[in-house]
Structures are given as structure tokens and as C-alpha cells.
């Protein structure tokens, strides 16, 4: 199962870029889809995810800014980030955890996004 992720790039301090992740080619029961950011020598980190039953999680850094939302027919989930900081620079991979009588997961590709000061 392959998760297209769309939506990074480049954009100043201060706009706005929306990130999209397509896991419509999932079997599995979906228990939570969501991103996550990584940058050179560090950890992948969670940005936000939401569950099947809409209940969402954000990192402290991105609250307030950042909305995460998803399509459960469509088997979707976009991230829409606003007031980009420079250091929400970084590769975003799109997460999905399936139910497979034990929690498993799926990464996307990855999709760079750049805030320039």
C-alpha cells in the first residue's frame, strides 16, 4: 500500500501551505491517519494526527496554526499550516495506523517543506 503525499514547498515566514495525503488504496481498518516532520540529525517527531473518531493531536509547537483534518470514506488526510515559522522547515511524512488485530503503520514518502526568514 503506497500513501501519496502532495502539498510542500517552498513559502516565506508568515504564508500558508497545505499538505495532502492519499491512502485510499488502504484495506486495513484505520485507526488514526496523521504527520510528522523530521529534520537532518533529529528524530521524526509528530506534527498533528486525528483519529477515526475526530479526536486530534497536536504538537505544542504547531497549535493554534496548524489544522489537521481527514475524509474517513475518502481515506484522506490534509494538513493545513498557516503562519509558517522557519523552523517548521522540514521533510513532512504522512502517517496512517491500521487495526490488523494489532496497531500497524504506514509512512508516506515524504514531502519537503522550506520557510525562508
Known amino acids: 500500500v503506497q500513501l501519496q503525499a502532495s502539498g510542500g514547498g517552498l513559502v516565506e515566514a508568515g504564508g500558508s501551505l497545505r499538505l495532502s495525503c492519499d491512502a485510499s488504496g488502504m484495506v486495513f481498518e484505520i485507526v488514526r491517519m496523521g504527520w510528522y516532520r523530521q529534520v537532518p540529525g533529529k528524530e521524526r517527531e509528530l506534527v498533528a494526527d486525528i483519529s477515526s473518531g475526530d479526536r486530534r493531536n497536536y504538537s505544542d509547537s504547531v497549535k493554534g496554526r496548524f489544522t489537521i483534518s481527514s475524509d474517513n470514506a475518502k481515506k484522506t488526510v490534509s494538513l493545513q499550516m498557516n503562519s509558517l515559522r522557519p523552523e517548521d522547515t522540514g521533510v513532512y511524512y504522512c502517517?496512517?495506523?491500521?487495526?490488523?488485530?494489532?496497531?500497524?503503520?504506514?509512512w508516506g514518502q515524504g514531502t519537503l517543506v522550506t520557510v525562508s526568514s
Open positions: 502517517n496512517v495506523k491500521v487495526d490488523v488485530g494489532f496497531e500497524y503503520q504506514y
